[in-house]
T-cell receptor, first 111, second 117 residues
Framework: GENVEQHPSTLSVQEGDSAVIKCTYSDSASNYFPWYKQELGKRPQLIIDIRSNVGEKKDQRIAVTLNKTAKHFSLHITETQPEDSAVYFCAASTGFQKLVFGTGTRLLVSP | DTEVTQTPKHLVMGMTNKKSLKCEQHMGHRAMYWYKQKAKKPPELMFVYSYEKLSINESVPSRFSPECPNSSLLNLHLHALQPEDSALYLC????????????????FGPGTRLTVT
């Protein structure tokens, strides 16, 4: 089955810096890659996603890139703000309504 | 309505109790999910319902019993749980745009924090 690895497990940046979180997946049939943000005590919130027919997608300060050949995808956050502090999960899906999550990255943005 | 709702928010139950968790969505989504999340871990898939039929059971113990009465509602019946079952139980829903072919965006409810004593 699919396996998703996520790095780093913890990331500390200064406000205004960029943050990059990387994930690799094992199943070449995976075709959908969402990213979720989960604040302490809150629900996972879908922040951006990308499908296998697209190499990059942007939404304001966040972007996701996908390299199908290398089987990895990354989340990029520019101009980080303290409210970006949260745990971020990547995930991959081959369809059939099944998501496999990465282990999570705790992002801390210091003012 | 663009949210998934869950009740109760918190639940404390003994190992001999029977309780139920409820989930509701009115986004017209035809897939609904139960996940279990332990502290500092990712959500772990338990069950998937597609078109009100159970399509995935991730080898969950029978003390957890899901039910999908209609396309908007999802229940999780709990009986004879163990302390290690204490966790945040998340419900999610998603559209099914290409059945069996493509992953679809899943939207999570706020969860029920369950404590088994």
């Amino acid at each position: 089955g699919e396996n998703v690895e996520q790095h780093p497990s913890t990331l500390s940046v200064q406000e205004g810096d960029s943050a990059v979180i990387k994930c690799t997946y094992s199943d070449s049939a995976s075709n959908y890659f969402p990213w979720y943000k989960q604040e302490l005590g809150k629900r996972p919130q879908l922040i951006i996603d990308i499908r296998s027919n697209v190499g990059e997608k942007k939404d304001q300060r966040i972007a996701v890139t996908l390299n199908k050949t290398a089987k990895h995808f990354s989340l990029h956050i520019t101009e980080t703000q303290p409210e970006d502090s949260a745990v971020y999960f990547c995930a991959a899906s081959t369809g059939f309504q099944k998501l496999v999550f990465g282990t999570g990255t705790r992002l801390l943005v210091s003012p | 309505d663009t949210e998934v709702t869950q009740t109760p928010k918190h639940l404390v139950m003994g190992m001999t109790n029977k309780k139920s968790l409820k989930c509701e969505q009115h986004m017209g989504h035809r897939a609904m999910y139960w996940y279990k999340q332990k502290a500092k871990k990712p959500p772990e898939l338990m069950f998937v319902y597609s078109y009100e039929k159970l399509s995935i059971n991730e080898s969950v113990p029978s003390r957890f019993s899901p039910e999908c009465p209609n396309s908007s509602l999802l229940n999780l019946h709990l009986h004879a749980l163990q302390p290690e079952d204490s966790a945040l139980y998340l419900c999610a829903s998603s559209p099914i745009t290409k059945p069996g072919l493509a992953g679809d965006e899943q939207y999570f409810g706020p969860g029920t924090r369950l404590t088994v004593t």
